[in-house]
T-cell receptor, first 111, second 114 residues
Framework: RKEVEQDPGPFNVPEGATVAFNCTYSNSASQSFFWYRQDCRKEPKLLMSVYSSGNEDGRFTAQLNRASQYISLLIRDSKLSDSATYLCVVTHPRGTYKYIFGTGTRLKVLA | NAGVTQTPKFQVLKTGQSMTLQCAQDMNHEYMSWYRQDPGMGLRLIHYSVGAGITDQGEVPNGYNVSRSTTEDFPLRLLSAAPSQTSVYFC?????????????FGPGTRLTVT
């Protein structure tokens, strides 16, 4: 079983739709959680960190459920420019210094 | 700030050749790391460093060496290239080594081994 698992998609949604991705992780002591965005043939870039209380940045909302060991990303009012691969990232407990990446979920927003 | 820079952007090697992928950052970050990205596999950690003079292995270290003589530079050496090392390589850095900070990525090196 992979340490961080994501549905690879693709998720094909029309413009204006709301779409949600989940990511599960296996290490209950994982420390920090992030969502990164990666465009085709480009480097990953931070979309948002995920906090225990949940956090929102414009159209994007991230949540963490430690009991069930998953994080989620909700995108409202999807834009064509949201088309990308979304990577879930989890860090191991303090002292092990490793970021663990999921394989990513591909989103295509259709006109 | 240039951020994280990587050279070269593209490289073709023959099996058995060696080469060094360069990575530099100008943000005074302590933590630097190398990943490879293959289709369907996601980013996998090759080696990482929590500061000058300190390196450690990640998930897939075989066939690669690293060193960290300065805070700014973290080169990745392929000792004897194999077709299985065909991949996209990303270097990344973050301010602290504790795993709580955002990682900044370089633009990647696309390596083909024939």
């Amino acid at each position: 079983r992979k340490e961080v698992e994501q549905d690879p998609g693709p998720f094909n949604v029309p413009e204006g739709a709301t779409v949600a991705f989940n990511c599960t992780y296996s290490n209950s002591a994982s420390q920090s959680f992030f969502w990164y965005r990666q465009d085709c043939r480009k480097e990953p870039k931070l979309l948002m960190s995920v906090y225990s209380s949940g956090n929102e940045d414009g159209r994007f909302t991230a949540q963490l459920n430690r009991a069930s060991q998953y994080i989620s990303l909700l995108i409202r009012d999807s834009k064509l420019s949201d088309s990308a691969t979304y990577l879930c990232v989890v860090t191991h407990p303090r002292g092990t210094y490793k970021y663990i990446f999921g394989t990513g979920t591909r989103l295509k927003v259709l006109a | 700030n240039a951020g994280v820079t990587q050279t070269p952007k593209f490289q073709v090697l023959k099996t058995g050749q060696s080469m060094t992928l360069q990575c530099a950052q100008d943000m005074n970050h302590e933590y630097m790391s190398w990943y490879r990205q293959d289709p369907g596999m996601g980013l996998r950690l090759i080696h990482y460093s929590v500061g000058a003079g300190i390196t450690d292995q990640g998930e897939v270290p075989n066939g690669y060496n690293v060193s960290r003589s300065t805070t700014e530079d973290f080169p990745l050496r392929l000792l004897s290239a194999a077709p299985s090392q065909t991949s996209v390589y990303f270097c990344a850095s973050s301010y602290s080594p504790g795993g709580t900070d955002e990682q900044y990525f370089g633009p990647g090196t696309r390596l083909t081994v024939t």
